[in-house]
C-alpha cells in the first residue's frame, strides 16, 4: 500500500463549544440541522479543500461522539484526522490543537465548527493568499449602517466602508500563530486579532454569506433552511412542480388578555389559550408552509423552549416562516385556511384578516372562510377553535 502524502497545511476545526446562546440542550457542533449535525456539515467543507491533517478540537466528554463523525466523514483521509480535548475559553482549545499539529505541517487554518456551511472555495482563497502574507482573514463588506451608542443614544456614525464581517477559516504561518499564541497575556475574540495583536500584517479575502456563525436558535432555523434547499451533494433537488402542505391547529378559550384570530384583535371576545397569542389561524398557515417546503413544524420552529416567541402575534410567527421558507429555495403561491368556531362572527372582518396575513407573508395572497360545526364537537359547543391550512409553494 502507498502511504498517504503528509500534507503541509492543517486545519484545526473548533467544536468545543457548549452552545449555551442556542438552548437546544447538547454541545452546539452536535446539534442536527438535518440527518446530521452542524459538526458533520462543517467538515465537508473541511475535506472538500485541499488535503490536509485536520484536528478536530471537542467538548470535554464528548470526545467519542466526535470521533465517530469524523471517522464516517473523513472515509479513506481518517489517518489524517486526530480529535483532542477543547479547554475552557476558545483560545485554550485552539491552543490544544495547535499542540496535536504534526511537524511537517507550515501552514494552518482555524475554523469554527459553528461556521458550518462555509464553502470550500473560502478554504481554497485563505490558502492561496498565505503565500504572500503571515495571516490571512476572510470577511464580508458591512452593509447595515453602524451607529456609535453610549447610554441608550447615538453619539456618532461608523464608516462602515472601513468595516469588515470577520469568518473562519483564518490562516496562518504556523510560526506566527504559535508565537502569538505562546506570547498572548489576554483572550482574543479571534485568531487573527491575536495574531494581529502580535504585530502581524493580516490580509483579507472575500468570504462568504454561507459561512455564518450558527450562534442562536434563529441562525440555527437559517442554516436548516438552507441545507434543505442545497443539501450535501451541493446540487438543488428538482423542484420544477409546485409543492402543497396541509397544517391544523386547535386552541381552547381560556387565555388571559384579549382574542387574536387570523391575524386580528377581536375585543369583547373570550381569549385563547397559548404559548404564544393562541391563533390557531396563523398557526395552521405556518406548519402548511414549513410542511409544503420540507421543514419540519411549527414545534421545531416556535416551540416552548422558544421563549422569543411566548406571547407573540401572527406577523411574527408568519413572517418569520416566510423567511425559512425563501431561504430554503421556494416563493408562496398562495394560502388558504378554514376557521371552525361559534365565536367571533368572522363574516364582516374577512377582508381585513386576509389582508392581514397577506402583508405578514410578504403580500402572497391569503383566502380565509369560517363555518360552524352545526353543534357538533368542541367548537360546536364553544370550547375553542380549529384551523385548516393548505399552503402553495412554487420554486423561487
Same mark, same amino acid.
Given at each position: 500500500?502507498?502511504?498517504?502524502?503528509?500534507?503541509?497545511?492543517?486545519?484545526?476545526?473548533?467544536?468545543?463549544?457548549?452552545?449555551?446562546?442556542?438552548?437546544?440542550?447538547?454541545?452546539?457542533?452536535?446539534?442536527?440541522?438535518?440527518?446530521?449535525?452542524?459538526?458533520?456539515?462543517?467538515?465537508?467543507?473541511?475535506?472538500?479543500?485541499?488535503?490536509?491533517?485536520?484536528?478536530?478540537?471537542?467538548?470535554?466528554?464528548?470526545?467519542?461522539?466526535?470521533?465517530?463523525?469524523?471517522?464516517?466523514?473523513?472515509?479513506?483521509?481518517?489517518? @489524517?484526522?486526530?480529535?483532542?480535548?477543547?479547554?475552557?475559553?476558545?483560545?485554550?482549545?485552539?491552543?490544544?490543537?495547535?499542540?496535536?499539529?504534526?511537524?511537517?505541517?507550515?501552514?494552518?487554518?482555524?475554523?469554527?465548527?459553528?461556521?458550518?456551511?462555509?464553502?470550500?472555495?473560502?478554504?481554497?482563497?485563505?490558502?492561496?493568499?498565505?503565500?504572500?502574507?503571515?495571516?490571512?482573514?476572510?470577511?464580508?463588506?458591512?452593509?447595515?449602517? *453602524?451607529?456609535?451608542?453610549?447610554?441608550?443614544?447615538?453619539?456618532?456614525?461608523?464608516?462602515?466602508?472601513?468595516?469588515?464581517?470577520?469568518?473562519?477559516?483564518?490562516?496562518?504561518?504556523?510560526?506566527?500563530?504559535?508565537?502569538?499564541?505562546?506570547?498572548?497575556?489576554?483572550?482574543?475574540?479571534?485568531?487573527?486579532? @491575536?495574531?494581529?495583536?502580535?504585530?502581524?500584517?493580516?490580509?483579507?479575502?472575500?468570504?462568504?454569506?454561507?459561512?455564518?456563525? *450558527?450562534?442562536?436558535?434563529?441562525?440555527?432555523?437559517?442554516?436548516?433552511?438552507?441545507?434543505?434547499?442545497?443539501?450535501?451533494?451541493?446540487?438543488?433537488?428538482?423542484?420544477?412542480?409546485?409543492?402543497?402542505?396541509?397544517?391544523?391547529?386547535?386552541?381552547?378559550?381560556?387565555?388571559?388578555?384579549?382574542?387574536?384570530?387570523?391575524?386580528?384583535?377581536?375585543?369583547?371576545?373570550?381569549?385563547?389559550?397559548?404559548?404564544?397569542?393562541?391563533?390557531?389561524?396563523?398557526?395552521? *398557515?405556518?406548519?402548511? @408552509?414549513?410542511?409544503?417546503?420540507?421543514?419540519?413544524?411549527?414545534?421545531?420552529?416556535?416551540?416552548?423552549?422558544?421563549?422569543?416567541?411566548?406571547?407573540?402575534?401572527?406577523?411574527?410567527?408568519?413572517?418569520?416562516?416566510?423567511?425559512?421558507?425563501?431561504?430554503?429555495?421556494?416563493? *408562496?403561491?398562495?394560502?388558504?385556511?378554514?376557521?371552525?368556531?361559534?365565536?367571533?362572527?368572522?363574516?364582516?372582518?374577512?377582508?381585513?384578516?386576509?389582508?392581514?396575513?397577506?402583508?405578514?407573508?410578504?403580500?402572497?395572497?391569503?383566502?380565509?372562510?369560517?363555518?360552524?360545526?352545526?353543534?357538533?364537537?368542541?367548537?360546536?359547543?364553544?370550547?375553542?377553535?380549529?384551523?385548516?391550512?393548505?399552503?402553495?409553494? @412554487?420554486?423561487?
Amino acid at each position: 500500500m502507498t502511504p498517504i502524502p503528509v500534507p503541509h497545511i492543517a486545519v484545526i476545526v473548533v467544536a468545543a463549544g457548549s452552545g449555551t446562546r442556542l438552548g437546544a440542550g447538547a454541545p452546539k457542533a452536535l446539534v442536527g440541522l438535518d440527518a446530521h449535525s452542524v459538526l458533520r456539515h462543517a467538515l465537508r467543507g473541511v475535506f472538500a479543500a485541499p488535503e490536509s491533517q485536520v484536528v478536530v478540537v471537542a467538548p470535554p466528554g464528548h470526545e467519542g461522539t466526535v470521533q465517530t463523525e469524523l471517522r464516517e466523514e473523513a472515509g479513506p483521509r481518517f489517518d @489524517l484526522t486526530s480529535v483532542v480535548t477543547g479547554g475552557s475559553t476558545r483560545q485554550e482549545s485552539v491552543a490544544a490543537g495547535i499542540a496535536a499539529l504534526w511537524a511537517d505541517v507550515d501552514t494552518v487554518l482555524v475554523h469554527d465548527a459553528a461556521r458550518a456551511l462555509t464553502p470550500p472555495e473560502v478554504f481554497a482563497r485563505v490558502i492561496a493568499a498565505l503565500e504572500d502574507a503571515p495571516a490571512v482573514l476572510p470577511v464580508l463588506p458591512v452593509v447595515d449602517t *453602524i451607529k456609535r451608542v453610549a447610554d441608550g443614544e447615538v453619539v456618532g456614525p461608523v464608516d462602515r466602508a472601513e468595516l469588515g464581517a470577520a469568518q473562519t477559516p483564518q490562516g496562518f504561518r504556523r510560526d506566527v500563530l504559535e508565537t502569538a499564541y505562546r506570547t498572548a497575556t489576554h483572550e482574543f475574540t479571534d485568531d487573527a486579532a @491575536l495574531v494581529g495583536a502580535a504585530g502581524h500584517r493580516v490580509v483579507t479575502v472575500e468570504g462568504s454569506p454561507r459561512a455564518f456563525k *450558527i450562534t442562536t436558535a434563529v441562525d440555527l432555523d437559517r442554516a436548516r433552511a438552507l441545507v434543505a434547499a442545497v443539501p450535501a451533494t451541493g446540487e438543488r433537488p428538482p423542484a420544477a412542480a409546485p409543492r402543497v402542505g396541509v397544517g391544523t391547529d386547535v386552541h381552547a378559550f381560556g387565555g388571559d388578555g384579549a382574542l387574536w384570530l387570523a391575524g386580528l384583535e377581536w375585543p369583547g371576545e373570550r381569549a385563547l389559550s397559548g404559548h404564544s397569542d393562541g391563533d390557531a389561524a396563523a398557526h395552521a *398557515i405556518v406548519d402548511a @408552509l414549513l410542511s409544503a417546503a420540507g421543514l419540519g413544524d411549527i414545534g421545531t420552529h416556535f416551540g416552548t423552549g422558544r421563549p422569543e416567541f411566548a406571547g407573540a402575534h401572527a406577523e411574527v410567527f408568519l413572517a418569520h416562516t416566510a423567511a425559512l421558507v425563501a431561504a430554503a429555495g421556494w416563493r *408562496i403561491g398562495n394560502v388558504s385556511v378554514q376557521l371552525q368556531a361559534l365565536r367571533p362572527i368572522f363574516a364582516p372582518r374577512r377582508a381585513e384578516a386576509e389582508a392581514a396575513l397577506s402583508a405578514a407573508l410578504g403580500g402572497a395572497p391569503v383566502s380565509v372562510a369560517a363555518t360552524t360545526t352545526d353543534g357538533l364537537g368542541f367548537t360546536g359547543r364553544g370550547e375553542g377553535v380549529a384551523a385548516t391550512a393548505v399552503a402553495l409553494l @412554487l420554486p423561487a
